[in-house]
């Protein structure tokens, strides 16, 4: 059984997020995508906008009516900085050790991959797939050989996902909702009324 894990803020979770987990759960044909919200990135720290609360909600309300989606408060359940080691080893726990994880990143996550605790051993724990645009980023792979080891990084290089070229971001959202601007077809509907029902990000 293959699963893939998308982690993040979500601070809102947008219709990029779900894109990449469509195309992983297409290309890697997985079994299921789990989308999990930090509670705190170690390098990101009191950078979130919304509580922790909201942004699950919100991930829960994207993923409502997919039935390979899903959404998982394991990160904000064990509070403190969220590290992706110690969410692989209990999902390993919870799935068994025959499913092979694939843990999602983009081509910008890639330079930091050195700095990420124990990132050897998360690499034998899953294999990195990479949402790229054509093209774009994939050249830094080749330089993680001597970090992450060179399986990894062959794995890596099988697991690369092509992603179209979507102008998204948390950060416009949040720019745009403060600014009393729509952010319709950038969310799900049901994110955009719950932002709205909260009035979040309007300060």
Wanted: proline residues 4%; contains cysteine; glycine residues 8%.
């Amino acid at each position: 059984m293959n699963i893939g894990i998308v982690g993040g803020s979500f601070d809102p979770i947008h219709l990029g997020h779900l894109v990449i987990g469509e195309e992983a759960y297409r290309s890697l044909e997985l079994a299921r995508v789990i989308f999990v919200p930090t509670h705190i990135q170690p390098h990101k720290r009191n950078q979130h906008h919304a509580d922790a609360k909201h942004r699950l909600a919100m991930v829960r309300a994207a993923v409502r009516g997919c039935p390979y989606f899903e959404a998982s408060d394991m990160e904000l359940r064990r509070e403190g900085v969220s590290y992706t080691v110690d969410t692989l080893k209990e999902l390993k726990r919870s799935v068994g050790a025959r499913a092979r994880l694939f843990f999602i990143v983009g081509t910008d996550t890639l330079p930091e991959l050195p700095t990420w605790k124990n990132v050897r051993e998360v690499a034998s724990l899953c294999t990195f797939a990479v949402a790229a645009r054509p093209g774009k980023g994939l050249s830094r792979i080749d330089a993680l050989a001597k970090v992450i080891g060179r399986d990894a990084v062959r794995r890596m290089r099988r697991a690369v996902l092509q992603i179209p070229q979507i102008g998204i971001s948390s950060t416009d959202i949040r720019k745009r909702v403060r600014s009393g601007r729509s952010v319709r077809y950038l969310v799900p509907k049901a994110v955009a009324a719950y932002i709205q029902r909260h009035r979040l990000y309007r300060g």
